[in-house]
T-cell receptor, first 112, second 113 residues
C-alpha cells in the first residue's frame, strides 16, 4: 500500500518561477524521507533526502522541508527550468526494515 | 562507482508465455535488491526485495517470483504471463543493511498482449 500520498497530481509552473511540491505521510514513526525525479521512460533519480531530526535541507536549487507536527513534506525547486519537467515522488521509511513507501507522484510541467 | 543494469529495455510477450527479467549491480557488495512495478501514470509498487543470496521477501501475492542466485544478480520471473502483468519494471539497490536511499535501474517496459 501507499502510506505516502501527494496533495496534487499535477503542477504547471512558468519557467523561472519557483515550484513547490507537497507530500503528506501517515506514519509518525517515519524517520527518513526522500524525493525522486522520474523523467519519462526512465528510472527514478535521487534528488534530496532528509531525516526526521531535521526540518530543512538544501541542495542545488532544491530545498526539502519537513513538518513532523502535521506530517507534511515539501520539495521546493528554485528558478524552475524546462529540464525540471518530470514526475516527482516522495518516499519514506516508516518501518524498521529496508523498504521505502512511495507516494503516487506529482507531474510537473514547465511552461516556456 | 556503482552501476545497475536491467535488460531487456522493452519486451512484448503473449499471454501465457514465461518471463525472465534480469538485474545486475556493479561496484558494491551485499546490496539490498528490489523489484518494483509501475503502472502507467501511477506510483511504484514494491514486488520483492532481497537482503542476501537466496533471501527473497514477497510484498504482494501475484503471478511473479524473484530469485537471487548471486550477490549482485536479481531475477524476476513468471511461468505464465497475464495481461495485468504489463507495466514498467524497475530494479533498485541500496547499501547493505541501509534504511536509506535506493538507486534505480533504467527499467524494462513489458507489454503483455
Amino acid at each position: 500500500g501507499e502510506s505516502v500520498g501527494l496533495h496534487l497530481p499535477t503542477l504547471s509552473v512558468q519557467e523561472g518561477d519557483n515550484s513547490i511540491i507537497n507530500c503528506a505521510y501517515s506514519n509518525s514513526a517515519s524517520d527518513y524521507f526522500i524525493w525522486y525525479k522520474q523523467e519519462s521512460g526512465k528510472g527514478p533519480q535521487f534528488i534530496i533526502d532528509i531525516r526526521s531530526n531535521m526540518d530543512k535541507r538544501q541542495g542545488q536549487r532544491v530545498t526539502v522541508l519537513l513538518n513532523k507536527t502535521v506530517k507534511h513534506l515539501s520539495l521546493q525547486i528554485a528558478a524552475t527550468q524546462p529540464g525540471d519537467s518530470a514526475v516527482y515522488f516522495c518516499a519514506e521509511n516508516g518501518s524498521n526494515d529496508y523498504k521505502l513507501s512511495f507516494g503516487a507522484g506529482t507531474t510537473v510541467t514547465v511552461r516556456a | 562507482s556503482q552501476t545497475i543494469h536491467q535488460w531487456p529495455a522493452t519486451l512484448v510477450q503473449p499471454v501465457g508465455s514465461p518471463l525472465s527479467l534480469e538485474c545486475t549491480v556493479e561496484g558494491t557488495s551485499n546490496p539490498n535488491l528490489y523489484w518494483y512495478r509501475q503502472a502507467a501514470g501511477r506510483g511504484l509498487q514494491l514486488l520483492f526485495y532481497s537482503v542476501g543470496i537466496g533471501q527473497i521477501s514477497s510484498e504482494v501475492p501475484q503471478n511473479l517470483s524473484a530469485s537471487r542466485p548471486q550477490d549482485r544478480q536479481f531475477i524476476l520471473s513468471s511461468k505464465k504471463l497475464l495481461l495485468s502483468d504489463s507495466g514498467f519494471y524497475l530494479c533498485a539497490w541500496s547499501a547493505w543493511k541501509s534504511y536509506n536511499e535506493q538507486f534505480f535501474g533504467p527499467g524494462t517496459r513489458l507489454t503483455v498482449l
